[in-house]
T-cell receptor, first 112, second 113 residues
Framework: DAKTTQPPSMDCAEGRAANLPCNHSTISGNEYVYWYRQIHSQGPQYIIHGLKNNETNEMASLIITEDRKSSTLILPHATLRDTAVYYCIVRVAANTGNQFYFGTGTSLTVIP | NAGVTQTPKFRILKIGQSMTLQCAQDMNHNYMYWYRQDPGMGLKLIYYSVGAGITDKGEVPNGYNVSRSTTEDFPLRLELAAPSQTSVYFC????????????FGQGTRLTVV
C-alpha cells in the first residue's frame, strides 16, 4: 500500500524555488515525514525530515500542514545539480522495528 | 568513516545460480535494510533487521534470504537467481533513535541472464 502520493515529474527553472508536494493523508501522530533524493542510480541521499513543525537546513525547507496530511519540500534556489528523483517517506513503526517504505517519487528536472 | 559499504558493485548471474550481496556498516547502527530498485521505479523494501539475530520481511521478500549474526553485517542471499531479480540493490542502516536519518550504500547492480 502506498504511504505517500507525489506527482511523477516536475520542472523548475534554474535559480527559482522548487516546491515539491507530498500527500500523506493517513499519517499517524508519531510518524515522521522524511525526504530523500536520488541522483542517477546512486544511493538515496537524506535531505530533511520533520514531525509537526516546519524545518530548514542548508539544503532545503520542509513545510508540513497543520493537519499533517501533506507537506512540501522547498529547494530555495534550484541548480542543475538538483535534478534528481525526490522521495517523500512516512516512517512506519512496525511491531519489531521501523520500516522505511519508498514510493515512486517525483522526478525533478531543473532547466537552464 | 566508511558508512555503509556494499559489495560487489556489479554482478552478472546465470539463471539458477546463487550469490550473496554483502552489506557492512561501521556506525554501530541496530537497524539495517535491503531495498531493490527496478529501472525507472522507486525503492522497494526486501528485508530489514532491528538488531543482531532479528530479521523481518518487507514488501518483496520472495526469492531472498537474510541473516544478521553481527551488528555490522547484513548479507542478502539469492538462492536461485531469476531474471526478475535483475535490479539495483541498496543497503541502508539507521540508528535506534526516533527521527534519525538512514544512511545508504552505493548499490549493487545485479543482472540475471
Amino acid at each position: 500500500d502506498a504511504k505517500t502520493t507525489q506527482p511523477p515529474s516536475m520542472d523548475c527553472a534554474e535559480g527559482r524555488a522548487a516546491n515539491l508536494p507530498c500527500n500523506h493523508s493517513t499519517i499517524s501522530g508519531n510518524e515522521y515525514v522524511y525526504w530523500y533524493r536520488q541522483i542517477h542510480s546512486q544511493g538515496p541521499q537524506y535531505i530533511i525530515h520533520g514531525l509537526k513543525n516546519n524545518e530548514t537546513n542548508e539544503m532545503a525547507s520542509l513545510i508540513i500542514t497543520e493537519d499533517r496530511k501533506s507537506s512540501t519540500l522547498i529547494l530555495p534556489h534550484a541548480t542543475l545539480r538538483d535534478t534528481a528523483v525526490y522521495y517523500c517517506i512516512v516512517r512506519v513503526a512496525a511491531n519489531t522495528g521501523n520500516q522505511f517504505y519508498f514510493g515512486t517519487g517525483t522526478s525533478l528536472t531543473v532547466i537552464p | 568513516n566508511a558508512g555503509v559499504t556494499q559489495t560487489p558493485k556489479f554482478r552478472i548471474l546465470k539463471i539458477g545460480q546463487s550469490m550473496t550481496l554483502q552489506c557492512a556498516q561501521d556506525m554501530n547502527h541496530n537497524y539495517m535494510y535491503w531495498y531493490r530498485q527496478d529501472p525507472g521505479m522507486g525503492l522497494k523494501l526486501i528485508y530489514y533487521s532491528v538488531g543482531a539475530g532479528i530479521t523481518d520481511k518487507g514488501e518483496v521478500p520472495n526469492g531472498y534470504n537474510v541473516s544478521r549474526s553481527t551488528t555490522e553485517d547484513f548479507p542478502l542471499r539469492l538462492e536461485l537467481a531469476a531474471p526478475s531479480q535483475t535490479s539495483v540493490y541498496f543497503c541502508a542502516s539507521k540508528a535506534d533513535m526516533l527521527g534519525t536519518e538512514a544512511f545508504f550504500g552505493q548499490g549493487t547492480r545485479l543482472t540475471v541472464v
